[in-house]
Nanobody, 123 residues
C-alpha cells in the first residue's frame, strides 16, 4: 500500500526558507516520478518540482533557482528545499507519485497523493 505523508509546512516571512518532507512507503517501482505540487485558494493545482527515478528533476518556472527537490539514498523520503520564499508561494503543498512517468507527463499521471502541508509566506 502506497503512503505519502508530508511534513514541514508552516509560516515564514518573505525571503525565508522552509524544507518540506514527504515520507514515502510502499512505492517500490523501478521507474517512477515523485513530485511536489501546490494549490492556492481559488487556483488550480500546479506542479512545483518533479523528481524522476533516474535522479533528474524538473522545476516550474517559479521554482527554478529557488527550490531544490531531492531524495535520500534509501528512497524513503523526498524533500523540497525552498529558499527566497515569496507571498505568491503561499499554498497547500502536496507530495505525489506516478508509476508511469516519462519525460512528458501531466498531473493526471500522478495517482498517489498525500494529504498536503500548508505553507504561508507573509510580506
Amino acid at each position: 500500500q502506497v503512503q505519502l505523508v508530508e511534513s514541514g509546512g508552516g509560516s515564514v516571512q518573505s525571503g525565508g526558507s522552509l524544507t518540506l518532507s514527504c515520507a514515502v512507503s510502499g512505492f517500490t517501482y523501478r521507474t517512477y516520478c515523485l513530485g511536489w505540487f501546490r494549490q492556492a485558494p481559488g487556483k488550480e493545482r500546479e506542479e512545483v518540482a518533479v523528481l524522476h527515478s533516474d535522479g533528474t528533476a524538473d522545476y516550474s518556472d517559479s521554482a527554478k533557482g529557488r527550490f531544490t527537490v531531492f531524495q535520500d539514498n534509501a528512497k524513503i523520503r523526498m524533500s523540497l528545499q525552498m529558499n527566497s520564499l515569496k507571498p505568491a508561494d503561499t499554498a497547500m503543498y502536496y507530495c505525489a507519485g506516478a508509476v508511469v512517468c516519462g519525460r512528458y507527463y501531466t498531473i493526471r499521471d500522478f495517482g498517489y497523493w498525500g494529504q498536503g502541508t500548508q505553507v504561508t509566506v507573509s510580506s
